[in-house]
């Protein structure tokens, strides 16, 4: 049974950081493109970041770059999403995502097969 399981999520203070993981199983994360998205009350999900299966290229989205690093270490079978210098406007539910030999450039959300149950993330002081 194939599963993402999300972890990390919180409160934090603005300019705070936290780091995201989300644990797969029931398949092999190496030949899969990985994926962080979120959303916000109210709002539609949207991408935060993207990394392609080999591993070759990664995508972020605009307001995240230079904060936010998406990892992954494939003996854990696992993906991280690093978040620093949090702001109140990254709170939103946190989802990971993959999808097998698969590529970033203009990734889009319905690409993506295999989906976590999301984390929580609030910045606020």
């Known amino acids: 049974q194939v599963q993402l399981v999300e972890s990390g999520g919180g409160l934090v203070q603005p300019g705070g950081s936290l780091r995201l993981s989300c644990a797969a199983s029931g398949f092999t994360l190496d030949y899969y493109a990985i994926g962080w998205f979120r959303q916000a009350p109210g709002r539609e999900r949207v991408g935060v970041s993207c990394m392609n299966t080999n591993n070759s290229s990664t995508v972020y989205e605009d307001s995240v770059k230079g904060r936010f690093t998406i990892s992954r270490d494939n003996a854990k079978n696992t993906i991280y999403l690093q978040m620093n210098s949090l702001k109140p406007e990254d709170t939103a539910v946190y989802y990971c995502?993959?999808?097998?030999?698969?590529?970033?450039?203009?990734?889009?959300?319905?690409?993506?097969?295999?989906w976590g149950r999301g984390t929580q993330v609030t910045v606020s002081s």
């Open positions: 995502a993959a999808e097998p030999y698969y590529y970033c450039s203009g990734y889009i959300i319905g690409d993506f097969g295999s």
